[in-house]
């Protein structure tokens, strides 16, 4: 099992940046992908972008191509978003997720297969 809690939300400016941080535990975190959703009042949880076990492949929502950046660290079993120019329709709970599969080679983009959930933590992007 995988135990997941994110931190690094806060209110920004539209154009200032964060990054966020996803700390896990449990002894499988560097065999599994990860993935980065986030949900805004009223909508649905959407996927932003997410990782494979060993780094070398990474996906991203259309909306935040070219401004949002995912990176893992194995050794510190923490796996980041950096979000930069960051505008007001990026506001939402962030949650990160780490995926069942071991050494899964693709990043799984929907929230079918990710069975292991953080807390979120509130990203909120003023204008």
Request: aromatic share 10%; net charge positive; with cysteine.
């Amino acid at each position: 099992q995988v135990q997941l809690v994110e931190s690094g939300g806060r209110l920004v400016k539209a154009g200032g940046s964060l990054r966020l941080s996803c700390a896990a535990s449990g002894r499988s975190f560097s065999n599994v992908g990860m993935g980065w959703f986030r949900q805004a009042p009223g909508k649905e949880r959407e996927f932003v972008t997410g990782i494979n076990w060993s780094g070398s492949s990474t996906a991203y929502t259309d909306s935040v191509k070219g401004r949002f950046t995912i990176s893992r660290d194995n050794a510190k079993n923490t796996v980041y978003l950096q979000m930069n120019s960051l505008k007001p329709e990026d506001t939402a709970v962030y949650y990160c997720a780490a995926d069942t599969l071991l050494r899964r080679l693709v990043v799984l983009t929907t929230t079918r297969g990710y069975d292991y959930w953080g807390q979120g933590t509130q990203v909120t992007v003023s204008s």
